[in-house]
């Protein structure tokens, strides 16, 4: 068994951290040998930020809401749409004063699933991941969480929310970290366990199409389930903040790479700082990912198609045949969808003044 | 009669085509002797545009898609937001690549009972209107409208949607006047005749506080109902097409006009090119006003206090005391509120591929 384990990790290039957990997928000759998971109906929620519909229904309000951007032009929402694929399709985001994000925002939906968020891995927790953008300066820019919750606190619908959803009285309850877990709390109601796969993995054999499952089987055997496994398709399951964590490319390839320069960005390592963690990345959700072209950490690469070329050259060193790629990007379609109705928030008030900044480019 | 009229005429710099309907308003020695109207509980629609279920919802999913501007950044929702006041609250509006509009933008609620739309007027109707964003550099930034509708031919689910709402086979039920008469079904749904004043009006009397009716008597006793007449505080009905203009000041002050250049703006001579038009705006509603700071066209005035205080003075000539002012601002929050609950859209897909281009600013 230890033997197997090794191989593996040579093999998938996995950080000491993510290894352990992998006994149980890896038994066959082939590098996956799991079983295909449906996503659970419900999402793990940490003990200390149930969700309680208070939580929910406070947390899809600050979802909406641009104020909590300097100027009023950003919300959670404009990067990760919850009415389409939970991103916005840019190669990089847009935020305040048309400034430029410099990774592709991934996607909303069943992040409550990662257990590690950003693309490099730098937030343990949906609660963590939810301070970064606001005080970003190209994304929300607010000048500080301060800032953000002194504003918040002149909105007096605000503060009766807060308090029901996390107790405590008056402009006291708002707190950066009850904004942070009230939009976590509704994220992991943003979840997607009734697309055509988990419909066809519960036992409804017409979810899929034929050439549905040729692509299942070619994801397969092609070996991209080496690291998209699980239910999520983006790896074992592992404690929250336990990074499963790639190397990209692993095969690396200077046609391509002039094309969409991909190793400009050190990934990771731009956290770390250590070079063993250079060019990885948290590996990426299949999940709705036809809907959130275009693809990669830069956004460098335009259609699924070619996603799905590329990532079979770089990581696995294999040309897939036209067909084959029709077939796995067949496949892909097959994890989207299935999205739960979302209710619109009303925002609550500031009156008879504005509290956002009108910012001039 | 007819003596009347020319007096109001005179008093109120209306546009001759105005003029007609102005009779039953100006029936004593006030300059406004109206009733106190509420909301219709329907908008009017126009006899080419029904508003059925499918071209209301067709309307709400356009109406929050973003994929309307260039870059995918901006929907009409960024504008005006229906989520709150139906704007941005901000003093004009951010365009794709963080671009700067030159007006504020007024609120989409209750929009369906101008009779003019822009600032300028210079749409006649919701459909028109529609149209504007779209192909404006510095809003929605598509070069055409045929480019608008390319890309919404790209995406299958918008081709039903048109077909099941407008008639017509496959991607040619998808124009320009089909985008514009969604957008305007969806719009006229958003109406608010149930906000405290008109619950008052209709005789629930504990609807408006004791400083609301006081203010409520003070808007019309100082003449502020000379223009801001009728059920949506925005004139007096009129034919569609026909805006009710007003000058912007008519007393000058050099003090505040250095405060917040209100003149560099030249409003509706802007479109029409005549001097008589010059500084002539039609009269924006006051339903929502307490939501929609910063104020006027220009978005020069941060708080409705000041904006009462402005108006009284550049209007009316008169200086209102603090306690007259704050009554007045009481009343204008008791025409908020009672918005109908939205539905969220999901937006059709465009699986595999992005339709939107990624700008740099």
Same mark, same amino acid.
């Given at each position: 068994?230890?033997?197997?384990?090794?191989?593996?990790?040579?093999?998938?290039?996995?950080?000491?951290?993510?290894?352990?957990?992998?006994?149980?997928?890896?038994?066959?000759?082939?590098?996956?040998?799991?079983?295909?998971?449906?996503?659970?109906?419900?999402?793990?929620?940490?003990?200390?930020?149930?969700?309680?519909?208070?939580?929910?229904?406070?947390?899809?309000?600050?979802?909406?809401?641009?104020?909590?951007?300097?100027?009023?032009?950003?919300?959670?929402?404009?990067?990760?749409?919850?009415?389409?694929?939970?991103?916005?399709?840019?190669?990089?985001?847009?935020?305040?004063?048309?400034?430029?994000?410099?990774?592709?925002?991934?996607?909303?939906?069943?992040?409550?699933?990662?257990?590690?968020?950003?693309?490099?891995?730098?937030?343990?927790?949906?609660?963590?991941?939810?301070?970064?953008?606001?005080?970003?300066?190209?994304?929300?820019?607010?000048?500080?969480?301060?800032?953000?919750?002194?504003?918040?606190?002149?909105?007096?619908?605000?503060?009766?929310?807060?308090?029901?959803?996390?107790?405590?009285?008056?402009?006291?309850?708002?707190?950066?970290?009850?904004?942070?877990?009230?939009?976590?709390?509704?994220?992991?109601?943003?979840?997607?366990?009734?697309?055509?796969?988990?419909?066809?993995?519960?036992?409804?054999?017409?979810?899929?199409?034929?050439?549905?499952?040729?692509?299942?089987?070619?994801?397969?055997?092609?070996?991209?389930?080496?690291?998209?496994?699980?239910?999520?398709?983006?790896?074992?399951?592992?404690?929250?903040?336990?990074?499963?964590?790639?190397?990209?490319?692993?095969?690396?390839?200077?046609?391509?790479?002039? *094309?969409?320069?991909?190793? /400009?960005? @050190?990934?990771? !390592? +731009? =956290?770390?700082?250590?070079?063993?963690?250079? #060019?990885?990345?948290?590996?990426?959700?299949?999940?709705?990912?036809?809907?959130?072209?275009?693809?990669?950490?830069?956004?460098?690469?335009?259609?699924?198609?070619?996603?799905?070329?590329?990532?079979? *050259?770089?990581?696995?060193? /294999?040309? @897939?045949?036209? !067909? +084959? =790629?029709?077939?796995?990007?067949?496949?892909? #379609?097959?994890?989207?969808?299935?999205?739960?109705?979302?209710?619109?928030?009303?925002?609550?008030?500031?009156?008879?003044?504005?509290?956002?900044?009108?910012?001039?480019?």
């Amino acid at each position: 068994m230890n033997r197997r384990i090794d191989n593996l990790r040579n093999k998938m290039n996995v950080l000491a951290l993510g290894v352990l957990s992998f006994g149980m997928v890896a038994s066959s000759g082939s590098a996956w040998a799991g079983s295909w998971e449906a996503l659970p109906k419900k999402a793990p929620v940490p003990a200390d930020n149930p969700g309680t519909v208070a939580q929910v229904e406070l947390g899809r309000k600050l979802y909406f809401d641009p104020r909590l951007s300097l100027d009023g032009t950003v919300s959670c929402n404009s990067c990760h749409n919850v009415m389409s694929g939970g991103d916005d399709n840019r190669a990089t985001s847009a935020g305040i004063r048309g400034q430029n994000g410099g990774r592709s925002a991934p996607t909303v939906w069943n992040s409550a699933f990662l257990s590690v968020q950003f693309w490099d891995g730098r937030a343990n927790t949906l609660e963590d991941q939810a301070k970064g953008p606001i005080t970003n300066p190209i994304e929300m820019g607010m000048p500080s969480h301060d800032a953000a919750i002194a504003r918040l606190r002149e909105i007096p619908g605000y503060i009766t929310e807060f308090e029901k959803a996390y107790g405590g009285k008056g402009a006291e309850a708002v707190t950066i970290d009850h904004v942070a877990k009230a939009i976590a709390a509704y994220e992991r109601t943003l979840i997607t366990p009734n697309t055509p796969y988990d419909r066809y993995v519960r036992g409804e054999k017409k979810a899929l199409s034929d050439q549905q499952v040729r692509g299942m089987k070619l994801v397969e055997t092609t070996g991209c389930l080496s690291c998209h496994m699980g239910a999520n398709f983006s790896g074992p399951p592992l404690p929250i903040g336990t990074g499963f964590f790639q190397k990209f490319p692993v095969h690396p390839d200077s046609v391509i790479e002039k *094309k969409y320069k991909f190793t /400009k960005d @050190l990934g990771r !390592a +731009e =956290v770390t700082k250590k070079e063993s963690d250079e #060019n990885f990345y948290r590996v990426p959700t299949w999940r709705n990912v036809s809907l959130t072209a275009p693809y990669f950490h830069n956004g460098a690469v335009a259609t699924l198609d070619e996603a799905v070329r590329v990532m079979a *050259k770089l990581q696995l060193n /294999k040309e @897939l045949t036209d !067909a +084959e =790629v029709a077939d796995i990007v067949a496949f892909l #379609n097959g994890l989207s969808g299935g999205f739960p109705e979302q209710k619109m928030p009303r925002l609550p008030e500031s009156p008879n003044r504005s509290l956002v900044v009108s910012t001039k480019n």
